[in-house]
């Protein structure tokens, strides 16, 4: 380590915005803009290896680091004129955090640091105000005893408490000089009793106490829970950045305030802020004083508070000079934090401003047409994230809320509706134009209609992965799972939550991306999709390779699918089309069937609706690829699980009871995953199978025939794990799709391919790929397979698997690269080698995730299939990681 | 194709014994046997690649096939001096077919071939006696027109019985030539009346029909079911054979016989064989004359027939001089097949011939000794199947047995069952998972899957070289054959055997070796290893590379692994310990509790048994390594499931009913072969195997201190997916071992380990190598993984996809190398990058399979670990794939 401590002051520092690694970005920052001439309070940044070799050195620092210190203490002191722990005119400093990454809230911060019984006298000469030094002195103390020592905050505002009542006030302001010192000396007696140890006097102590608990607190409890949810490595470390105090609470013509150079709500270019006279920083950010808006622009409607362009035009005139400066520098929005002490303004901070997703959608576009910044940054600058939340619905945050219970964040919206325990009771409120949200334990494959009739989904049980959660998010269906406080009483039709009752037919409100649970009807906000999120999504696909298909199958997923910009269907499931009310009867018939013919008879009552279902999807999707998968989960799934449905289907097949409960029976399986389902029912029921294709190839055959329409129709055979089982079920479709050809007189391409989803179809992918003309991956299943992992059971150990860190997120959410996405790359090379234009999809439900999507298009893929909901997060991710390769080329 | 027909005669041939893939065992020894010197019947061979593409050319012959046969006809027309069709004297021939391995009955032989109704008088005046030459005429046309022309035989038969009962005669023998005539006019209507078509009479169109009946019979039903039973590849295709006739049945100074150069049955250095004077060579073979000895040492005890030796003294000779030139030149024991014509000795045929197990390793051990053959040689001459069937139990001697009659002790071994009377029943019984014993008046190759799913074999008719006892052999299943005192009655479904009726359904044994049939069942007890099979087990062991362990847990089976060979345990599973009944109370109270403290006051109930389990586990292995897997199943296999066992929990727990079903409903999985389990309970619960791992740990502690033991126990991991996942445990385990190891006061080396069952434990192999001290690949559950495949629900496809050939064999059987192996290579390779002194081993059910463990020495892996049983079979199976490896290399 050559240095350790960076200097910056007198309009020169010895870092730079390019030396955010070493400095962390409040230091690099803080360099940056001293060197641009801004008036920043001088100081000097501890770099970040000090914190690394902190931690790999079990708590020590590098040698020489305090002749350091002390070196760039001594420039200060000449700067400022002031020495430190000197009782005539002393320095006071500030000390602060500073990661590579701004984690806000997680690093602790001290003030006023360089006051004792001695300095403060000093102060209060200096300042002329005996109360403001002392109120100085008792928040040090309070706030370095917290920080340093350990010693909860409450003791100490307990004791402001007492003083106040004592004195009859009510604001900390109005506490007069003699009661703060009594204070002052209270706070230390509390340190000593709290803490066994005497408050330090000493300014140099307290300094090294400071920079100690600044490193200490980058490996607390807090910070590591941080860095885990947004993926900061350990090893980054802190700076600590020490800096000259200046003062915002020296009196009225003091102030501290923040501005964002541009709306963070709406990203509206105009300058924005707040700002509180005779205050410190943090009574801004703490929201313990209401703050005044810097400008007329920042004010609400109606609001009468003074601003600071009006109480202090000069410094704010300033304030203007430099926050234009400012953004044309680091060309983003800035959020900056300022002082004005004594009408002279000091910029204490800039970072980039956060901002709500249309925002940075807006300001992304607006910098492209100030040409502040190319499209590739204006890309890169908005995440999947806040494109998902721009599309969802939200609660409008101006409406009181009555939480009663928050569950799992399971898919992203709000709604609200009138409770319903069944699916069925959700589509007779659908048909009667009514709004529901259905509340079950959790769903099963048969709720699909109802779920799509209802608003929104809570359900008991189930993570982030149910079922309810998994098909919710495909729908864009707001869905609260795992909400285990609620108690539901599917025969009373109602269920119970911390005390309260709610009945069927009452209304209730759920946030998808909060979890929340709210009594009553809330307002929603819809997302506008507005001109600057059209001309952001058109860069967006410039700039990307990978195709973004959709998984869906009713025709109006479809046609939303179509909506936000799927170039085609990636997974059509026909399965979901065998759920309907209409169809199930017959579905059922054939199950039961025990004779080829009486299965193929069931099949023909089939047959026109699978007809028309793909004729309703090749319109919608009228020019672009649709991939149909062919019947995959076991037969089971379709039969009835209640008492009354068994009678019910007995009646129907004029059978009985026993014989259908026989055969439900005969189809149990003790591990359904990995039973006789996808193209192994193709092999034992091949009529199914052919059923279907000639359903797909008709229904292309008549719209190319009759309305011109350009189809090549895609089969997809699910759960291939043999070459031979695919050379089979090929020659069986080719059998049936050139028996179409011919009836219909018409010669059009179709193409066959498979899913890889058993890891053994990954392996033989050479010999397959031979064969096949398309390898979608089925992620659901391949994760379920390469990691031994029922999604169904995994709900057991999965939280703990996720929080010691065995892994690093749920594998059925991203895709696990490491094992996953390995079976994946040797499938690929290996399909490639066996046929060089083979076409490679994914169609899990990992497509949607971002980081997915980038392995996805670093393997070279030419699709990823998602929920229609998540396209337009697919598109933007996609080109992101376009981005992303061409850079590292 | 260069040449199709290979001549032979004349003491030389164009083809020889190397030539088997082209000529087919028959043709090639026929070439070698003429080029030895030995009097063969001179003739030519029908090339193998004529009958492939007689399958790839839809059923027509390559062109210039009719040439070269016609060249063929004239060479042994000239050699014979007689000429085909000629009406003088005409020339014969036999027509066989001959694949590269012997395929006992599968193939069409015609015989006489070239009788019409004027050469049959040229044959009579050749041979001097009109009877002789109508006789064979009427055979001619029987056999012609069932094999060629699709005749069934029993018109043919019936029309037999008829001219006898006009004759009122007995036997075929007291027929009159008159009569014979007159038959053989009754047959040609017939033949016209079944088939539509007329008898050829022109030679050159029967030799054609024969040669198209051979190369249609490859095709047959049965010889496919045959090839897939012995993993015979369909493109092998057959030879065919035209051979000139000599006959064995022109008069009483002719015979034909079947002779083997050791005895079959036990190995002893001895010349065995039978013979039917006056006869063809089919009557030994279908076995409805009972044949004769060749010579004293032929004879069962008490037989009072005449010996060959005796009645044909010189001709014996001669016999006895060319067994003894062919062994020399074979090195192996052969199977003859011979004829005398008036005198004349001629040899049909010779080839390796079928031997009981012990017999196998008898033949091979002496031939070592009698420096005929090498001891690799030796080694690769015993099959793993054989060493297999060895061991098979034998009739406890001690228990009374009901022995009703006795039959020929075709094929040894014992057996019980319940009697039927056809191979569909018996295939029935294995379907329901019942014993049966086929009895059958005879057997034919439409018996082979019958005989193949009965638990043995009784027939009433054929000698020791029967159809029934050469197949039972060749499977190693005990055979009972020519048992004349039992009387079949296949309509009432019984047979009576001495005053005894025994029905269908009731139980009968029978004991191969001694041609014992008893009554009732009779227990069995393990076969004795005699000092051949100790010998050849030690050259085994001297040449095999690969160790083999035993999967065992319980100190008998550990007891048993030992004996039969095994070098340590390769995986005891600590859960089958559990499930005993004096356990299984604790463990479902630590199941039960709800607290990790009630949880570990169950866990030190069951902590004294694991121990006491260990130490006799570690005891029974003294010297040899002992893999100990740690808790592997969810924890829902070990509650209870009946009602009557829920009370009884309830009771004993002091809790209710509901709240046991509520723990076991809350431990219910969708797919519980993917959920919670392995080392996720480890994780979840790691009390449970810090309990485990103390067990082991004190158990060989204490064994070292106090006996001195030499143990490093192997502690395995099971289930693992996660690097991070292995490493947790491996803290936790490693704790608990530095602890144990603290409290004894010793220092002594375990060693820690995972099983590679999860597919992405073998992609991470690399980096898991760097933590694991060995590898176990648990073959059963990563095939289920790998293949999507739940082994439990395979049940309801898999016969189906073995059948149409999707899956070469049963996955679970034998190690799919294509997909599970692929997985397995990788991880050897990763691991042993990460690792270089990894051991590796598999211990899943394939573990004992030849091939698997084939595969296994190819990897180098360090072990293999298999049932007890199995070990002697590994051993074999391990010492071949050494040779095999090294004649590659």
Known sequence: MEKMVYFFGEGKAEGNQKLKDLLGGKGANLAEMTNLGLAVPPGFTITTEVCTFYYQGKNSYPPGLDVEVDRAMKRLESIMGRRFADRENPLLVSVRSGARVSMPGMMDTILNLGLNDETVEGLARQAKDPRFAYDAYRRFIQMYAEVVMGVSSHHFESLLDQAKRRQGVESDAELKVEELKKLVAEYKSSVQRESGKAFPVEPGAQLWGAIGAVFGSWGSARAASYRRIHKIPEDWGTAVNVQTMVFGNMGDDCATGVAFTRDPSTGERKFFGEFLPNAQGEDVVAGIRTPMPINQESATPGNQLA??????????????????????????????????????????QTRTGKRTPSAAVRIAVDMVNENLITKDIAISRVTPTQIEQLLHPRLDPRVEKKVVTKGLPASPGAASGEVVFSSEEAENYRKAGKAAVLVRHE?????????????????????????????????????????????????????????????????????????????GFVPTINSQVD??????????????GLGIRANAETPNDVKVARQFGAEGVG??????????????????????????????????????????????????????????????????????????????????????????????????????????????????????????????????????????????????????GALEEFQLLKADITKVCDQVLNKLQLKFTYRIGTMIEIPRAALIAESLAKEAEFFSFGTNDLTQMTLGLSRDDAGSFLPRYLEKGIYRQDPFVSLDQEGVGELIRIACERGRRGNGS????????????????????????????????????????????????SSLN
């Open 838 to 885: 083979l076409k490679i999809g994914i169609c899990g439900e990992q497509g949607g995730d971002t980081s997915t999507i980038e392995f996805c298009h670093r393997l070279g893929f030419n699709y990823v299939s998602c929920s229609p909901f998540r396209v337009p997060v697919a598109r933007l991710a996609a080109a992101q990681a376009a981005l992303k390769s």
């Open 443 to 519: 769903t099963s494959p048969e709720d699909i209609t109802g779920m799509d009739a209802a608003q929104g989904v809570l359900t008991a049980l189930g993570g982030m992965t149910s079922h309810a959660a998994v098909v919710a998010r495909g729908m864009g269906k707001p869905c609260v799972a795992g909400c285990g406080a609620i108690s539901i009483d599917y025969k009373k039709q109602l269920f119970t939550v911390n005390g309260v009752t709610v009945r069927k037919g009452e209304t209730l409100t759920i946030d998808g991306s909060t979890g929340e649970v709210i009594l």
């Open 307 to 348: 601003t600071m362009e009006q109480l202090f035009p000069d410094t704010y005139a300033e304030l203007v000079r430099l926050y234009q400066l400012l953004e044309k520098h680091y060309k983003d929005m800035q959020d900056i934090e300022f002082t004005v002490q004594q009408k002279k303004l000091f910029l204490l």
């Open 531 to 544: 001109q600057y999120f059209t001309e952001f999504m058109r860069w967006v696909d410039e700039k990307r």
């Open 571 to 720: 997974l059509c499931r026909t399965e979901h089309m065998f759920f309907e009310e209409s169809r199930i009867t017959a579905v059922r018939e054939m199950i039961l069937a025990e004779t080829r013919e009486r299965r193929e008879t069931a099949l023909n009552k089939i047959f026109p609706m699978q007809k028309d279902d793909f004729l309703a999807i090749f319109r919608e999707m009228r020019g672009y690829p649709v991939t149909i998968r062919l019947l995959d989960p076991p037969l089971h799934e379709f039969l009835p699980k209640t008492e009354a449905e068994l009678l019910e289907l007995a009646r129907l097949e004029n059978t009985s009871v026993e014989a259908i409960a026989a055969k439900v029976k005969s189809l149990h399986e003790f591990n359904p995953m990995l039973g006789h389902r996808g193209c192994r029912l193709g092999v034992s029921y091949p009529e199914i199978y052919e059923m279907q294709v000639r359903a797909i190839m008709e229904a292309a055959g008549e719209l190319i025939r009759d309305e011109d329409f350009q189809i090549e129709p895609e089969i997809m055979v699910p759960f291939i």
